[in-house]
Structures are given as structure tokens and as C-alpha cells.
């Protein structure tokens, strides 16, 4: 789960992470009045979960409350990549001296969180990475010990040559693990780190990402969702536990399994079509699923055919049957749906399909070869 | 012969009397696992389909019945526990099934584990199934059969799917291993590579690869320097979109790496045998066991 900045600067302040102050405002004129108590001038930035928002157009300097309020009337609202801006944060604007980058990411690799710090900060770290990988310094933290004193300061001096900014650049180190360990992150990062002119060490950006395994047993950072920006299809999904992701194409899937569901979708690609959406329901029998399933399938525009592919294990493939004879009843289908299911009581799974006007194949290549034609307005079967 | 399980294998159930515990343990029963206890908190003393003795803890089931192997059913946040306390028994192999395990608390499990000895595959993953002798996890019997081709997995049900048609096909399985989706996981390609390397039975190895993390590239450049037996590969997420977890935690394409088109390309660079489809792994597999 993404949370916005103000949201990461909240919990990193809570841990004593010197940031300026900020105040988010969802109006031009609430802007203005943030702006008119910092009297100076400020910074004003989209929270939206997107990177890339300088670049967008989506963080604006203004020298006073009256630009403050200009800026945040064309922020508020933007597009950026595909998401709505709804949310600006007015922040006073800082005198700098440098920039460097401090992110703590969960490696796979590794299998432990690992500190990345970089001198050359406020740009894209994964560029950095990438064309000069020797200007980036990496130390894995064993969650066992946590952080020690020793890899702090070990990052503060690959930062900072003076003793005072190395050692506050340690602390911070030391607080932002805190805050990464105590949310349940998987990144967290401040960029730019800054120097001020008179030698403090600052935070002026902050981003966090949340494992959303972590969200059961952290209410109180589960409840900063902020779903506003996402795709309502989405959002309906994640609430009927779902696994849904919109893409552009016109051939709507339903498989049960994440692998299976993502095989299905390339098959989608390979006989020439593209998959409407990335849709797993899930290991578990229940026609309920299937339900919620088509309808939030039927509710995109784009969508010309629909395809299932049940792999049937621990999935009863009649309980899926039932389910689609369920939803067609209530909701009738206006684009032509193709069925492959096999596996776990398929026999009466055909049946019921049959007994209901439907036909299935227990061939998934055959089944998505078929739902791509219809996508392409091929005729039925 | 096979690898982590055969008929010698001795499991114990953790969670046995738990919803997907209970109805998974029947199953490995049917099959003919060797299910020697289970593990339910507070019903030490009862018994599970009147034959299999339950304990409090993993230590008593572990004294009781010498098992070697256990399989983890528990909740998400009460499965890190678990399997420690499985390693700390003196459990030497752990199969873990739970989805949804923080992915923080696998960066204490892991080494935990390790320090103990012991194998852990999972979290998030269907276990492992060794036709006509064994199974551990979730992996259904009948669409395996026994045979010389291993076969190693990110997935679930695209597992099936793919040992499903080697079946129809009649190309039997020595071991189906699902390493399972998560970030961090006990046991990675490259481990199941090499026991695939070793059994004298297994002739011909199929990986299911997917998005996300370096494994699949790492796998392939085990081929290419240590297995002299051919390997068949497969990237799920081809058409999967930047920046989104695609169902398992951890099929997600970070900025530029991770993609299907990198790992197909490791996979080439170290000769194996790329399946465009699940069922081109048929003829693929058949045309290398010739």
C-alpha cells in the first residue's frame, strides 16, 4: 500500500525526523491560508501515489499566499500518470546547500531490509543505480540486532565529510528505521536529504510503502488508505477481496490462482488479443466471488468478451459454475463469455453450465484462441 | 527416487484442527502421507480422524513421534512463530502454506532457520508432492503421476495446470516443488536445481519463473555453469504492468527490472528450453528426454 508524503512525514516526525512544517490543503483558498501562517515563501506538492510528480508539473514554488493560492488551483485536479490530484501539502520553502538521497528498501535478495545512501540525491536513485552504481553506499540491516550505531555512522560519513552533518545524518538513519520497522514497510526513503545554508540537516521529501500483509495487524497505518486516486473497479475488488488490475485491453479474464491468472493473460496476447484486466479469485470455493467477479468485469466499457479459466484444486469448479449461472440471472450478459474450467467436480460443473444455456472447454488454449475471436467480433459459439 | 520427500517422509500438521489444516490433512492422509501428529494449541491429548495423536506444542509432537517434517497451516501472524518453534523441535524440513506472511517477519525466520539446520520452503506456497509416494501441502494427487521429469514452481494453480498436461501427455513427475509467490521465501530455484541435479531419477527439470526479483535469472545461470540435465523454462507476467503486484507479493515488475523479457532472455543465454505456453513445456520436455 502507498501512503502520500504528508503521511510518511507524519510517522518520520513522530520519530524525531527534522522536517519543516506542512499543512495539507484541498482548496486554492485553503492553500493561501496554509501559506499565510509559514509567511514565507512556499512549496506546494500534489499528494498523489505517483512518482515523477516535479516532472508532471506537480510541486510549484510560490513566493506568496496569493501564488500559493494560483498554484494549488492548477495542481489541484491534474492528471498524473492516470491518477487525479486531490490533495496538495503547503510546506515553507528551504534554502539548500546539498542534496542526498536515504532510502531503506525490504531486499528480496538479500532477505533483510538494506540501507542505500547517496550523495547524489533529489534525482531519480534508480538512474543513479544504474549508470554509477559506485556513488550509491549499501549496508543490510539484520532485523535480529536492528540497525547498529556503527552502520549509522558508516552511512552518515558515505554522506556527509563534517563530523556535526554525518552524525545527524546517523540519527536520522536510526529514526527512519524505527519508522520503517514500525509501519510494516517495504521502502522507505527521504529525497532529498538537505543541508540548509547554516549546516542543518533536513528532510524535504518523504515515501513510504507499506507490505500489505502488514495492514491486519496495523490499524492505525491501515486506516491511511487513501484510494481516492485509484480506478473505482479497483477499489471495488480490494473490498470484495478480490485481486484486480485494470489494463487497456478488451478481453476480460477470470482465473483462479495469481501464476494461472497472469499465463492466461500473455495467452491472451499470444493469440493476437489483449487482456482487459489481471483477475484472481482466489484459491477458496465460493460462488460469491464469481459474482462480484463478473460484475466489476461487466462494468468496463472496453470489455468485448469475457474468458474463465479455473484450474480446479482446491477451487470446486461447480461452485464457479453456479456462481456464473448466479450473476448471469440477475445481471444478462451483453458481451459473449467463454468458459474453460477443469479439474475438481467438473463433471457437474458442465452440467450445470449446460442445464443453464452455456458451453464449456476443458482446453485453456482452445478457450482464450475462441474469446480472443469474439473480442475481435467473431461470431459465437 | 526424488527430492526433499519420499515414502520415508513423517509429517506433523501445524494447525491441524484449523479450517484448511484439517481439510488438507484428510487429503494428505488419503494419499498415503505419513501423517504422524498434528499441532492445535489447547487439544494435546484428542486425536485428528481418530488416528493421528494432536499435541500442544511442536517440541511434544517432535518427542513423540520423531517426525522430520512439518507443515505450516496457522494464521498469517501467527505463522512466523510457528515455524520457528518447528526448526527450535528439531523439525529438519518445513513446508510452509500460509499466505500473507509479513514479509518483515521472514527477515528474522529465515536466518533463524538456517541457524537451526533445518529447510524451510514457502511462506505463500502449494508445498510439494512426490507422485505415488508423498505429499506435503496442497498440491492436488491426481493430476500427478510418477515419473523422471521435476518440476519447480513460483505458482499454484499454474503448476497444475502445467503437471497436469505432462500427465496427459504421460510424462510423470519425480517431485513437483511449488517454491511459492512471496519476496522472501525459504527455498529458491537454484536450490531445487540442484536436488533436481543429484536425483538419479529425475531426467529433465520444468521452472515455472514469473515477474518480479532475480531468481529466475540466477536459476539460469545455475544451468548454465552446474546442471547437466535439461531444463525447461517459463515466465508468467508477460504482459503484466510496471509497478503492480500482480497477486502474489511478490510478482511485481520494480522500475525497469524484473520483467518477463529479462528472465526469457536469461534463460536463452544459458540454453535452456524456453516455453512461449504452458503447453509447449509437452513437447519441449519430450523432445530433451529423447
Known sequence: MNIHEYQAKDILRAQGVPIPPGEVATTPDQAEAIARTFNTAVVVKAQVHAGGRGKAGGVKLAKDPAEAKAVAAKILGMQIKGLTVHKVLVTPAEDIASEAYVGVILDRASKAPVFMVSRAGGIDIEEVAAKTPEKITKRRVDTRYGLQSFQAMELGFALYDDLKQARAAASIMQKLYAAF???????????????????????????????????????????LRDDSGEAPSEVAARNANLTFIKLDGDVGCVVNGAGLAMATMDLVKYYGGHPANFLDIGGSSNPEKVVNALR????????????????????????????????????????????????????????????????????????????????KGGKAA | MSIFID????????????????????????????????????????????TVPIFNTMRD???????????????????????????????????????????????????????????????????????GQCKVGIIPGRICAPGDVGVVSRSGTLTYEIVYQLTRAGLGQSTCVGIGGDPINGTNFIDCLAAFEKDPHTKAVALMGEIGGTDEQQAAEFVKQHMTKPVVGFIAGQTAPPGRRMGHAGAIISGSSGTAAEKLAAFEAAGMGVAKRPIDFVDLIRARLK
Open chain 1, 181 to 223: 520497522m514500525s509501519s510494516g514497510a517495504s521502502l522507505a526513503e527521504i529525497n532529498p536529504l538537505v543541508t540548509t545554508p547554516n549546516g542543518d540537516v533536513v528532510a524535504l521529501d518523504a515515501k513510504m510503502v507499506i507490505d500489505d500483509n502488514e495492514l491486519d495487524r496495523r490499524p492505525e497505518i491501515a486506516a
Open chain 2, 61 to 131: 509432537a517432535v518427542v513423540a513421534t520423531g517426525a522430520n517434517t512439518s507443515v505450516v497451516y496457522v494464521p498469517p501472524m501467527y505463522a512466523a512463530d510457528a515455524i520457528m518453534e518447528a526448526a527450535d523441535a528439531g523439525i529438519k524440513f518445513i513446508v510452509a502454506i500460509t499466505e500473507g506472511v509479513p514479509v518483515l517477519d521472514m527477515t528474522r525466520v529465515y536466518p533463524f532457520v538456517q541457524e537451526k539446520g533445518a529447510r524451510l520452503l514457502g511462506p505463500n506456497c502449494p508445498g510439494l508432492i512426490t507422485p
Open chain 2, 7 to 50: 515414502n520415508s517422509t513423517t509429517v506433523i500438521v501445524q494447525g491441524i484442527t484449523g479450517r484448511d489444516g484439517s481439510f488438507h490433512a484428510k487429503q494428505m492422509l488419503e494419499y498415503g502421507t505419513r501423517v504422524v501428529g498434528g499441532v492445535t494449541p489447547g487439544k494435546g491429548g484428542q486425536t485428528f480422524e481418530k
Open chain 1, 296 to 375: 466489476i468485469i461487466t462494468a468496463d466499457p472496453n470489455v468485448k468478451a469475457i474468458l474463465f479459466n479455473i484450474f480446479g484444486g482446491i477451487t470446486r469448479t461447480d461452485d464457479v459454475a453456479n456462481g456464473i449461472v448466479t450473476a448471469t440471472k440477475a445481471n444478462p450478459l451483453k458481451v459473449p463469455i467463454v468458459i474453460r474450467l477443469t479439474g475438481t467436480n467438473e463433471d457437474i460443473a458442465v452440467k450445470i453450465l449446460k442445464a443453464n444455456g452455456f458451453s464449456a472447454s476443458a482446453d485453456m488454449d482452445e478457450a482464450v484462441k475462441h474469446a480472443v475471436a469474439l473480442a
